[in-house]
């Protein structure tokens, strides 16, 4: 089996067994990759062994066979490169890095690579280690996602008409905002404020992040099946129903 040495982050973990773990790393030049680490946690009388953490950003070793795209690959070898204990001295930031690794994980496919999104990501968790609030470093990852797996919406204009004015609502299966004149016709929309469609025209700058996160989150949430399970811990509810 082919030997692979690249960069990772930790997306998941499932323990596997006492001293095993199942793994889904994010890797630089590979993409998406599921390992099994055996004896990752047996310990020695000298040493504990806790495993690999969520969220460890490291150079790993694994052996593969691409060819059989479901079998797990095996991990050989795992050095930590970058502790980022600042994320866990606030919750807020614990709370945004993982809603960025279970988006991460639920919309990128098996072994195909997304260096630029590899370096969004560890961007992210760098800069939310050290953040007072999440939402402006979380909404540029999300734009980051979105442009990565080629789920970017449109926000110029009505994805129905073309008008550039009167943008009142969004539509995540129709791909976009939709203007005054056509949202009546739409079975799955949601209102959106024009602070919101300011801030998405302008990329996270400055605005309303609240509403822009949750619009993007509403739009994931289209794309994964379901809503991830982190966004209620960094824009309450209330607030992502009325986009504001």
């Known amino acids: 089996m082919p030997i692979i040495r690249d960069e990772a982050i930790v997306l998941g973990r499932v323990d596997y067994s006492e001293t095993s773990q199942v793994l889904v790393l994010f890797t630089r030049q590979h993409g998406k990759v599921r390992a099994i680490a055996k004896g990752i946690k047996r310990g020695t009388k000298a040493r504990f062994a806790a495993g690999i953490d969520l969220l460890e950003v490291g150079q790993v070793v694994v052996s593969s066979r691409q060819e059989r795209g479901s079998a797990l690959a095996t991990l050989t070898e795992w050095k930590q490169t970058r ?3 600042g994320l ?3 919750l807020f930031r614990i709370h945004a890095a993982q809603y960025a690794v279970e988006i991460t994980g639920q919309l990128t496919e098996d072994w ?3 260096a630029d999104l590899f370096e969004a990501l560890t961007t992210a968790l760098a800069d939310l ?3 007072q609030e999440p939402l402006e470093i979380t909404l540029r990852y999300q734009f980051a996602l979105l442009d990565a797996i080629g789920a970017m919406p449109r926000f110029d204009v009505c994805v129905l008409c ?3 004015d009167n943008l009142t609502h969004f539509s995540s299966f129709e791909g976009g905002l939709v203007c005054r004149h056509c949202e009546a016709g739409q079975v799955e929309k949601r209102e959106v404020s024009p602070a919101t469609v300011a801030i ?3 990329r ?3 605005g309303s992040r609240a509403g822009g996160f949750s619009l993007l989150n509403y739009h994931l949430s289209h794309l994964m099946g379901r809503e991830p399970e982190l966004a209620s811990h960094l824009v309450s509810r209330k607030t992502q ?3 504001e």
Do not use: C, N, Q, T
């Open 129 to 131: 280690s050290a953040a």
């Open 200 to 202: 998405l025209r302008g």
């Open 204 to 206: 996270g700058g400055p």
């Open 112 to 114: 195909d690579a997304h």
């Open 162 to 164: 073309g008008r550039d």
């Open 241 to 243: 129903r009325l986009v």
């Open 88 to 90: 866990r001295e606030k």
């Open 83 to 85: 502790s980022l204990f």
